[in-house]
């Protein structure tokens, strides 16, 4: 199976947003692994994101225009003959959300329906487009796990946000067959990720400094964790279900998750366990609005389709988080 998917990648020209991105670094790095042609949409330079320092941005063709800029991604597409899009360019924090919504708005949602618009234009040009939504596009619900029938239905300004991207997605599978799948993962961590306000990162920095780690919620918030290199491979092997079973996958939305939920001290202990740093006690803070919580996925559409499995157990994807870490900050650190 992975020679076959080696030997299909190879050469195919491939459109990532958000490449500098946490996941799309990671999904970028997957891609170029498997001989695809890469062509990395990046709005802004980051020289800290892992694209580049992997050193992707002399490995791919880097193009450039706003989400928002309709002409801009239709002339990219064109320009570049592109057959698989993997859309992750997005406003992802949820704070930044709740304090300019406006931003997140236009970015989620104009975007997104934007670039499926230069797709259908361009049909069949374009052979494959995967959507990054997320757990958050589900909003507050009753029954936990969500499965993919849970309804979209977001009430905050990020969630909402998702939701709509998701389901504007959906109308173009059903109404155009546009050949667009959707992907919602839980929370993802890995190397890379530098929004230090999130727990896992801002959590593993504290450590490294002596400090004690941050808590904004109460401490008792529930989330299910997936590694990134996990997820990388999930949104690849999306792209390669539309060959394999075209009808589960066109128009389809597939969860990914650990499927293993924890709370947001929980997720924070094991953290000082591997680090050896129990000693420094969370700082619970309780400042934290606008945010679900409790929310986790069910994976079993995702086993059952495409046969994926998180490969990683949440300690060993830790452990290699942090080592990334430590060489990102340049820290000494010795967890013994």
């Not at 494959?128 to 939504?133: G, P, T």
């Not at 997320?134 to 990020?158: F, N, R």
Request: net charge negative.
């Amino acid at each position: 199976m992975a020679d076959v998917e080696l030997r299909s990648w190879h050469g195919r020209r491939v459109l990532v947003t958000g490449a500098t991105g946490m996941i799309g670094s990671w999904v970028v790095k997957e891609l170029l692994a498997r001989g695809a042609d890469v062509y990395a949409l990046v709005i802004e330079s980051s020289p800290a994101s892992e694209f580049y320092r992997g050193g992707h941005d002399v490995q791919t063709t880097i193009v450039s225009a706003p989400l928002e800029d309709y002409a801009g991604l239709l002339r990219i597409l064109n320009t570049h003959e592109i057959e698989t899009v993997f859309h992750l360019g997005a406003q992802t924090l949820v704070a930044a959300a709740n304090r300019a919504p406006l931003v997140t708005f236009e970015a989620n949602i104009r975007g997104t329906y934007h670039l499926l618009e230069a797709c259908r234009v361009l049909s069949p040009l374009v052979r494959h487009i995967v959507v990054a939504s997320s757990d958050k596009a589900y909003g507050d619900q009753p029954v936990l796990p969500y499965t993919e029938d849970t309804p979209l239905q977001g009430k905050h300004p990020y969630d909402v946000s998702k939701s709509a991207a998701d389901l504007i997605a959906q109308s173009y599978a059903h109404t155009y067959k546009l050949p667009v799948t959707i992907a919602r993962c839980g929370n993802v961590y890995g190397g890379g990720d530098l929004n230090w306000s999130r727990i896992v990162p801002g959590t593993i920095r504290a450590l490294l400094r002596g400090e004690r780690p941050v808590i904004r919620s109460d401490g008792t918030y529930r989330r299910d964790y997936v590694y990134v290199k996990d997820i990388a491979a999930a949104y690849v092997r999306l792209a390669d279900g539309f060959d394999d079973a075209p009808d589960d996958v066109i128009g389809g939305a597939f969860n990914f998750s650990g499927e293993q939920p924890l709370t947001v001290l929980e997720i924070v202990a094991t953290i000082q366990r591997l680090m050896n740093r129990a000693d420094l006690t969370p700082d619970v803070q309780n400042t934290a609005w606008g945010e679900i919580h409790d929310q986790y996925l069910s994976s079993a559409k995702a086993a059952r389709v495409l046969n994926w499995h998180p490969t990683y157990a949440l300690d060993d994807g830790l452990r290699e988080t942090i080592d990334w870490y430590i060489n990102f900050l340049g820290v000494r650190y010795d967890a013994d």
